[in-house]
């Protein structure tokens, strides 16, 4: 087998006797070894379907972004950033389900990745809040990316408090137990819409308290001309 001049031999053969040194085959095969435990920069290995590669560069590695080469680092560099496998921000996207079950979350594939990362981060501190107006409007935020604003309907009637004739009115509460939920959507597709509902309200169904019942109103934009309303495209007149 012949060696390569142009490779750096390997830092491993100072731990071997001198006599080694003398091989210049050892000192090229010993540089996998290193590569491996300790890391080399000079050196990439790469892995993918089911073959290994010198290089990300390589001729046989396929150009495709939904399956990327897996390049390895050495065990001392991965050993050194293990600390990062362990926070929703910096841990490979492979990893994300993993980390997830360490707080006992179920992720929705139906979500982006960025979205499934924040609700990891914040896991914890939804589950104390759980059944509470705040919780359920910041886990309402996460995947939606706007607050709903929630009203439990237990006002009574004030006059210039509370009750303004003909605007919010109301003689005695609401029903017990009973709120109702109201999300603004800045989009007028029909499609995007219909899946935030249904995400909405499996959150509310969730996340409210067993014994409490809602109403959502989903409020999107109406007509609009030089905004967002085009004939036969994306205008709406009242809510879809």
Known sequence: MA???TYT?????RYLPDIYSEDPFLGQFLS???KVLLGRSDIELCYQNGKFYPSQTDPGIDDDPSNPPVCYQGLEE???GLATYFEADTTPQDFLEWLSDWVALTLRADVPVSIQRTFIGKAVWLYNMRGTIQGIKETINIY???YPTIDEMGTPFEIGISSTIGVNTLLDSGAPHFFRVSLNLNTTDTDQINKITQVVTSILDQEKPAHTFYALT???PTLEIGYH???G???LLGIP
């Not at 031999?9 to 053969?13: A, I, K, M, Y």
């Open 9 to 13: 031999p390997s830092e491993l053969l």
């Open 229 to 231: 309303s085009t004939i």
């Open 218 to 220: 989903v409020v999107t």
């Open 32 to 34: 996998a070894f290193e």
């Open 3 to 5: 060696t390569n001049p």
């Open 78 to 80: 991965t050993i050194a």
């Open 233 to 235: 495209e994306d205008t």
């Open 144 to 146: 939606v990316g706007t």
